[in-house]
């Protein structure tokens, strides 16, 4: 009598978590489609594709192009996917190639009082580039050093101003490298403010 009232028990525990498992999935799934997607037709002809998730905590930008000799059909050149957190500040990018080789990371950094992007430090994801440190203890540590640091200024109005880009590999200036004027991070397409 007592094996019998486990066994149904086991198999009524069995029979709700395989029923909210297959519910997971179907919500998980139901959330996938929610994603929203904008297009955007750049002067040069190719596209920039933003994709948000459903929490709104991974942007994904993509630029497509045009396939050389190709019947029109747009191929990825590049890709970026930024991360947020809860507050809906970017914390991390990762630029990858057309391939999904990944090329660059990104980290921002913010104003501790005003709460506003102050800087972005961007690692060259294929060679580690380090620096030597020498700590309150004496002993030197290798620090990773960013390839390019942004400074992000805002004027009296608190409106960006350009940010200022120093840019650490030798006979290269930031915009030959990066475009002029350009961070990693322009706008929020899904931003409605």
């Not at 190719?46 to 630029?63: G, H, M, P």
């Not at 350009?162 to 004027?181: S, T, V």
Request: aromatic share 10%; net charge positive.
């Amino acid at each position: 009598m007592i094996s019998t009232i486990k066994t149904s028990l086991l198999l009524s525990f069995a029979t709700v978590f395989l029923i909210a498992g297959i519910s997971e999935n179907a919500y998980s799934q139901n959330q996938n489609k929610k994603q929203s997607v904008r297009m955007m037709r750049n002067d040069d002809g190719s596209f920039t594709e933003f994709r948000r998730s459903s929490n709104e905590r991974i942007l994904e930008k993509r630029i497509l192009a045009p396939q050389e000799g190709g019947n029109g059909e747009l191929a990825t050149t590049v890709s970026f996917i930024y991360r947020k957190d809860i507050h809906g500040r970017l914390r991390s990018c990762k630029i990858h190639d057309a391939i999904g080789t990944i090329l660059y990371r990104v980290s921002y950094g913010y104003h501790k009082d005003t709460g506003r992007l102050d800087r972005e430090y961007m690692y060259d994801a294929q060679v580690k580039r380090t620096v030597a440190i020498i700590g309150a203890d004496g002993k030197p540590t290798n620090v990773e050093k960013p390839v390019r640091r942004l400074y992000y200024r805002y004027d009296a109005q608190g409106r960006p101003a350009k940010p200022i880009a120093i840019c650490l590999p030798p006979g290269k200036r930031a915009e030959e490298l990066f475009g002029k004027n350009k961070g990693t991070w322009t706008k929020d397409p899904f931003n409605k403010k």
